[in-house]
C-alpha cells in the first residue's frame, strides 16, 4: 500500500501561488513564489501560516514556523487564541471558525497547522488541502480509517505537500535504525514490541472521570459546537477541554493512539508493517465504550514482505502481563527501558527509544564492535529542525518530499486505528487491507467511519 517516500518527488499543488522553478543544478532549485494573488515573492520569500488550534499543542508549530509570516489564527476557545495572538502572532487575523478563516484568507495562506483534537483532525485538514494549501497536522494523522484512506485520496487529487507531526521522523534515529537493519545486522526480525507506560488518569491529558459522566456547563470562551465539529451532538463535560480529550473514545484514541506514532514509528518504517492480516487484542484492562483502556497489549500479524519474513508486533501499554521481559541477551544495561522497541533478529537484539531515536544493539560487547567497525555508510538524508521546518523546506522547494507526507502517515496511522478497534471490542479479528474491511467478524466494518453530523461532510466525493 504504501511505499518508502523520504527521498520521493512528487507533482506539486494545481494552484500557482506555490510554484517551483526548474533546478539551476542538481540539487539547487530557485524560490517559489508565495501565496496566492500576489504577482512575486512574499517578502523574505517567508511561508505565509494559519494556525488552527492556536494554544496547546501548537506550541511546537510556532517554534518550527519561526522566521515565517503566521497570518491567522483559528480556535474555538477565545482564552487561547488572545492568548497566542498576544504572544505568539499580533499581526494574524484571529477567527473561531477555521471555515470562516479559508473562506476570508484562504488566497493569503500557503501553508495550515493543525493543532486540534483528534476528532477534528479531518475536516480541518480535508478543507485546508481540497483549496490548495500544504498541510501539516500533528498526530495521530486521524480518528478512523475512512478518514485516513480519504487524506490518501486528497493528497492524490488536490497535489499539495503534507507531513504529520511525529518529530522522531526527522531524528536521525530512525534513519540509522534502517541503515543498520538494511546492512543485515540484525538479520530477518520474525518479532518486534513497542510498549509505553500509562495513561496517567491523574495528569493533565485524562482525568479520571467519575461515571456517570454529568453534564457540564459550557464555559464562556469555549465555542462547544465548534470544538465537537463533525461528532455528534453530545452534551458537554469539563473534562473534555482543555487537553483531557485523549482518553474519552468519541474524541481521542488513549494511550495507543497518542504514543504509537511517536514509538512505534521506527518498527513500522524500518520494518515495512503497513498492511497487517490480523489484529488481536491479547489483554485489554479497563476501558469501556466512553473510556480508553488502562492498560493493552495488541498482536499484529504482516505476511511476508518481499525478502523479509512474516513478523509479529506486539504493542504495550498500562499495567499489563504482556510487557516486554529482558531479553537473556540484553546486556547493554540493568534493566529495560520504560519504553521504546525491541526488535528480535536472528544475529542481534535491538533498540530504538519512545521517540524511535537512539538506536542501540542489546549485546554491549556487539555494540562495541559496531562502533569500533564503524556504522553503515548513510543513505537517508538527514533533517534539520523537526517537521513542521521540514514541510516549509518542501513548501520552498529546497527539498522534495517530507518523510511523515500523507502516503506514509495514513497508512502508518491505520495500523494504530486496528489496534484502537482491537482494543475497543475485544478478541481477533483478519484484515483485507485492499478492500479496508474485517473479514471474519464483518459486524465491526461499521467502526471504520465514525458519525458525521449534517453540515460537516467531507471527502465522500472522492470515493465515487
Known amino acids: 500500500m504504501r511505499k518508502d517516500t523520504m527521498s520521493k518527488d512528487t507533482n506539486f499543488p494545481r494552484r500557482d501561488f506555490l510554484k517551483r522553478t526548474a533546478a539551476l543544478s542538481a540539487g539547487t532549485f530557485v524560490l517559489p513564489r508565495f501565496a496566492i494573488g500576489q504577482s512575486g515573492p512574499s517578502a523574505n520569500s517567508k511561508v505565509n501560516i494559519a494556525m488552527i488550534g492556536a494554544?496547546?499543542?501548537?506550541?511546537?508549530?510556532?517554534?518550527?514556523?519561526?522566521?515565517?509570516?503566521?497570518?491567522?489564527?483559528?480556535?474555538?476557545?477565545?482564552?487561547?487564541?488572545?492568548?497566542?495572538?498576544?504572544?505568539?502572532?499580533?499581526?494574524?487575523?484571529t477567527f473561531s471558525d477555521f471555515r470562516e478563516m479559508l473562506d476570508k484568507m484562504g488566497d493569503e495562506i500557503d501553508m495550515v497547522c493543525v493543532n486540534t483534537p483528534?476528532?477534528?483532525?479531518?475536516?480541518?485538514?480535508?478543507?485546508?488541502?481540497?483549496?490548495?494549501?500544504?498541510?501539516?497536522?500533528?498526530?495521530?494523522?486521524?480518528?478512523?480509517?475512512?478518514?485516513?484512506?480519504?487524506?490518501?485520496?486528497?493528497?492524490?487529487?488536490?497535489?499539495?505537500?503534507?507531513?504529520?507531526?511525529?518529530?522522531?521522523?526527522?531524528?536521525?534515529?530512525?534513519?540509522?535504525?534502517?541503515?543498520?537493519?538494511?546492512?543485515?545486522?540484525?538479520?530477518?526480525?520474525k518479532e518486534a514490541h513497542s510498549w509505553i507506560d500509562g495513561p496517567n488518569w491523574g495528569?493533565?491529558?485524562?482525568?479520571?472521570?467519575?461515571?456517570?459522566?454529568?453534564?457540564?456547563?459550557?464555559?464562556?470562551?469555549?465555542?462547544?459546537?465548534?470544538?465537537?465539529?463533525?461528532?455528534?451532538?453530545?452534551?458537554?463535560?469539563?473534562?473534555?477541554?482543555p487537553r483531557r480529550w485523549r482518553g474519552f473514545n468519541k474524541f481521542g484514541t488513549g494511550t495507543l493512539g497518542d504514543w504509537f506514532c511517536h514509538v512505534a514509528d521506527a518498527p513500522v518504517w524500518v520494518l515495512d508493517l503497513y498492511d497487517p492480516v490480523s489484529v488481536e487484542a491479547v489483554e485489554v484492562n479497563g476501558g469501556s465504550d466512553l473510556l480508553a483502556p488502562d492498560g493493552a497489549s495488541v498482536r499484529w500479524d504482516f505476511e511476508k514482505r518481499g525478502?523479509?519474513?512474516?513478523?509479529?508486533?506486539?504493542?504495550?501499554?498500562?499495567?499489563?502481563?504482556?510487557?516486554?521481559?529482558?531479553?537473556?541477551?540484553?546486556?547493554?544495561?540493568?534493566?529495560?527501558?520504560?519504553?521504546?522497541?525491541?526488535?528480535?533478529?536472528?544475529?542481534?537484539?535491538?533498540?530504538?527509544?519512545?521517540?524511535?531515536?537512539?538506536?542501540?544493539?542489546?549485546?554491549?560487547?556487539?555494540?562495541?564492535?559496531?562502533?569500533?567497525?564503524?556504522?553503515?555508510?548513510?543513505?537517508?538524508?538527514?533533517?534539520?529542525?523537526?517537521?513542521?521546518?521540514?514541510?516549509?523546506?518542501?513548501?520552498?522547494?529546497?527539498?522534495?518530499?517530507?518523510?511523515a507526507n500523507f502516503d506514509y502517515a495514513v497508512p502508518m496511522n491505520e495500523v494504530m486505528l486496528l489496534g484502537v478497534l482491537a482494543c475497543r471490542h475485544g478478541g481477533k479479528f483478519d484484515w483485507d487491507a485492499k478492500n479496508m474491511k474485517i473479514t471474519n467478524r464483518p459486524e465491526l466494518n461499521k467502526f471504520l467511519k465514525d458519525p458525521v453530523r449534517k453540515g460537516w461532510e467531507y471527502g465522500e466525493d472522492l470515493w465515487t
Not at 55 to 60: K, V
Not at 134 to 152: A, C, D, M, Y
Not at 205 to 231: H, I
Open 118 to 189: 483528534d476528532h477534528t483532525h479531518f475536516a480541518a485538514t480535508i478543507d485546508a488541502m481540497q483549496r490548495g494549501i500544504h498541510v501539516f497536522t500533528q498526530k495521530p494523522l486521524v480518528h478512523n480509517i475512512w478518514e485516513g484512506r480519504t487524506l490518501s485520496k486528497a493528497k492524490a487529487k488536490y497535489k499539495v505537500h503534507t507531513n504529520m507531526g511525529n518529530q522522531g521522523h526527522t531524528f536521525d534515529g530512525i534513519r540509522q535504525m534502517r541503515e543498520w537493519y538494511e546492512a543485515d545486522i540484525f538479520g530477518q526480525i
Open 203 to 241: 495528569g493533565r491529558y485524562f482525568g479520571r472521570p467519575k461515571l456517570p459522566l454529568q453534564e457540564s456547563e459550557v464555559p464562556e470562551n469555549l465555542d462547544y459546537e465548534l470544538w465537537l465539529g463533525s461528532y455528534p451532538d453530545t452534551p458537554y463535560n469539563r473534562l473534555y477541554h
Open 55 to 93: 494554544g496547546g499543542i501548537a506550541s511546537q508549530a510556532y517554534n518550527g514556523s519561526k522566521g515565517e509570516n503566521i497570518v491567522a489564527l483559528c480556535d474555538v476557545d477565545s482564552k487561547a487564541l488572545d492568548e497566542a495572538r498576544s504572544k505568539q502572532a499580533p499581526k494574524a487575523k
Open 307 to 403: 525478502t523479509r519474513e512474516p513478523l509479529s508486533f506486539y504493542w504495550h501499554n498500562g499495567n499489563t502481563s504482556m510487557l516486554p521481559k529482558k531479553p537473556d541477551d540484553w546486556t547493554i544495561s540493568g534493566k529495560l527501558p520504560k519504553f521504546g522497541t525491541l526488535y528480535f533478529g536472528d544475529k542481534q537484539i535491538g533498540y530504538t527509544d519512545e521517540r524511535s531515536n537512539n538506536p542501540r544493539l542489546g549485546n554491549r560487547d556487539a555494540m562495541l564492535a559496531l562502533k569500533k567497525a564503524g556504522f553503515p555508510e548513510e543513505k537517508f538524508p538527514r533533517v534539520k529542525g523537526g517537521p513542521i521546518r521540514e514541510l516549509i523546506d518542501v513548501v520552498k522547494g529546497n527539498i522534495k518530499e517530507a518523510g
